[in-house]
């Protein structure tokens, strides 16, 4: 076993999540590995006879000689680095084990009858050569490689076309009947193997892909982990419409933590949407091509370099390919019209949106530079699918959500965790009782019982995420009935059931309340139907473990919630004292260091909250208990600025803890480590014109550990899009010229909304698999994803040198000199102002307009009227990002003690100016 996997070992405990994940990815096995179990398969690429090497400038291909497939693909500017797993090719040199160069192809006689599926990868043997010249690198006939009943002959072609590496298919109907090809896929094999890897070699050696499935359109991104440096573009080049994203299951390679998986690039994919995809609506509507007999077609991919991840879509317009900028995104909220800008070289013909009347598309004015506008609004909620046909023939498609206004959706999430979700079982064995609990959403009942001990537990993430939500949710649009079943967990379950409120360990976090003891706890107090066993089904002792840090964040939010609704609020949490709240927050946090130190070595989840507690603490005088804590953090992030990537976890890598490292690299000016963590992310939250991927942090493992459909599995705006938009949009508001993060960050915020359903259900994330492409059944570890928004989103106004004003969860209109936004953000209670860098926070009352005057500069803020709650609205005016103007102010208010402008509420809005 190796020394990095020994030493997370040792903090093991029964329960650790190390020890599902060894048993997943299998190298921790004392028995025969995964890997140790493909490497003794006989070898069958035929790497003995040697490797041809080819430059094509910026690349460097490397192709076995016996399968010409490849061996290695490098910038020729760092030959050291490989986006190929080309340290493993031998192990991985056997049959059934995917090379990028391989095809696999579903075929029919006809067009009736079963599909037969073939496989390069699946038996190999050596390729017949076939003779290259001119623009041909390597060509190949891969009759050895397939069955010998196979209806058709494959050839394949590695070109160099104008200085691009370009792979082509040609497929030819050897049969004396129509053919119909009903699935293509060319396997995308590239570096994602982790395993093995302490963080430094992975962010060197490794690369995350993801895909804009947009036919035509479409590509895929290949980013190396530290998110510097070029980015390969794979593109269509003839014939390859990226129509469906196939995961290679069959490959034998062991995924698990350290390991996604392979996909494959579909071109046609109407046999998979006639089988193991039946019923499921897909991205793309599925296809097929007929061949007649005798007839030949050829389908090819380009291979580019972009310089960097924000030139990617400049790369793509240099390469004449169609680019789409969709403001503020891709989910759309009904209370806004959001704007799409297309490029590209021939005139659009049509455009369209399914289902008809999903979308009402309207068509503005070009740009400066001839980008195309158009106007898009939302009408019925749900998935939603543009089709944009251009002159030329060529397809591109934009794949929308639709949601309901921001508020609405918050408001509805509020319902239904405080209603379906609400557990007030008096009888409940373990104490869970009253609490907002797991969801099975596709039974609709309460998840009280579960193998996976932390889905029922009301801690770890999965079991802390329904009333993690329901407390944040407090945070931007606060209810009364609501408030008051909270006000009962905090005070009856939270303290001294989820954490022990006396005794050595006061304050310390359990890992769960739920456990099974069968010997212990009364006859028929477990349901027959779930198999209780392994080491998930956790013994009390594992489960009043208080050492796993990560619980802690969820704990201190809460407290935070209840403090600000007894400090900025009347009537909510009158009862209880706002300083406690405060203080409990602190002394949780504390806590944590104390009893829970091991993990505090890494970023945490929602571990922003404690700068958020921090910030408090110093407003409110609290200066003993702030410099303590400060303290504290201060050695972590001491810690952090030693390691060149500080952002491990319980896992081999992680999405987790970036927001926490950047916000305090930031806080105490490690300003290079700041923006190591911001590239990172940058890395694998990428922004493409799909509402699933558009900000959507990576994370494949967390359905196996929060999820009710338990696979390793690409998510779709899991918790890691709502968490990781925190740094970036923060380093925004720093920065406000970098269009692309505001695009990237607003899009993650979003994400935490997007799986929503109508009615209120936070679902873990969506399933990315085109045979599930649906969300999650459990509510799982929705709420730390909720809670990134609930801090962080807000409304962003922003005057872009080549799409001019725009508004991000907002309403834009301009009227001569006078630009006005109305706030559709859930709380309305944050404004950025990117071209003078305000930043408006409204800790109670809410913002409903926003107006600049573009001439004079004037800023006129619109507060909307009182509720019984609110008498005030408590305004902090900051400066970021610019140094136009100076420092803000309100015209005629004076800032209280904790730094606010405190502006009364009167039964009406009314408008107030901001002066500089």
Known sequence: MMKRQKDLLKHLGSGSFLLLASLLIGSQSLAQSPWERIANLPSTLGLEQGVSEFDIAPLKLKLVKASQTVAGLTPLADTAFDYTPDERLEVRAKDGLYQLGDINFRVRTGASGDWQSFSSAAKRAPVIPLSASGSILAAADLA?????????????????????????????????????IGALGIPLIFNNILEGKHLDEAHADNVFFDPYIGMDAGYLQVNRLHGKGPVLLVLPHENAPFEAYHPL????????????????????????????????????????????AGQSKSFALKFALAPSVRQIEDELISQKRPVAVGV???????????????????????????PAGSLTIKRGKKTKHGWETYEIAGNTWGRSRLTVTYADGLTQTINYKVISPEKETVDKLGHFLTTEQWFDDQRDPFGRAPSI?????????????????????????????????????????PNKVEVEKLKRFVNETLWGGIQYKDGPLKYAVKKSMFYYEPDSMPKGTYVDSIPFRGWSAWKKKEADDPGRSYNYPHVVAAYWTMYRLGRYHVGYADDIPWKQSLENAFHTTMAMMKHAPYYTRFGLMEGSVFLLVLNDLKAEGLTEMANEMEAAMRKRADRWEQQAYPFGSEMPWDSTGQEEVYLWSRYFGMDEKAMVTLNAILAYMPTVPHWGYNGSARRYWDFVYGGKLSRIERQLHHYGSGLNAIPVLTHYRDHPDDFYLLRVGHAGAMGALANITEDGFGPAAFHSYPSTLAIDGYAGDYGCGFYGYAVNSGTYIVNHPEFGWLAFSGSLSEKGDLVSTKITSAARSRVYLAPIGLWINADAGK??????????????????????????????????????????????????????????????????????
């Open 144 to 180: 050895p490689t397939l069955p010998n009943d196979v209806p058709l002959a494959v050839k394949r072609f590695w070109q160099n076309d104008d200085g691009h590496l370009i792979l082509r298919f040609e497929l030819t109907n050897k049969t004396t009947h129509d053919i119909e």
């Open 249 to 292: 299951n069959d490959d034998p390679t062991p995924r698990g933590i350290v390991f996604e998986g392979f996909h494959e690039w579909m071109i046609h994919s109407k046999a998979y949407a006639a089988d193991e995809w039946k019923g499921v609506e897909q991205w793309n509507e599925p296809t097929s091509t007929l061949l007649k």
């Open 328 to 354: 503020p995104g891709y989910v759309v909220p009904k209370d806004i019209t959001a704007k799409l800008f297309l490029n590209y070289g021939s005139k659009v013909k049509s455009i369209a949106a399914y």
């Open 437 to 477: 609990i797991n969801y099975d959403y596709d039974v609709k009942r309460k998840l009280t019982q579960e193998n996976r001990a932390w889905f029922v537990g009301l801690s770890d993430e999965a079991g802390a995420g329904s009333w993690l939500a329901a407390m944040m949710k407090q945070v931007l649009r």
């Open 847 to 916: 913002i409903d307009e926003v107006s600049y005057n573009t001439k004079t500069g004037e800023v006129t803020l619109t507060l909307a009227g009182a509720d019984e709650h609110t008498p005030n609205t408590l305004l902090r005016i900051t400066k970021q990002g610019t140094e136009t103007g100076g420092d803000f102010e309100l015209a005629g208010f004076e800032k209280n003690g904790q730094g606010q402008y405190v502006v009364q509420n009167g039964p009406q809005a009314r408008n107030i100016r901001v002066v500089f």
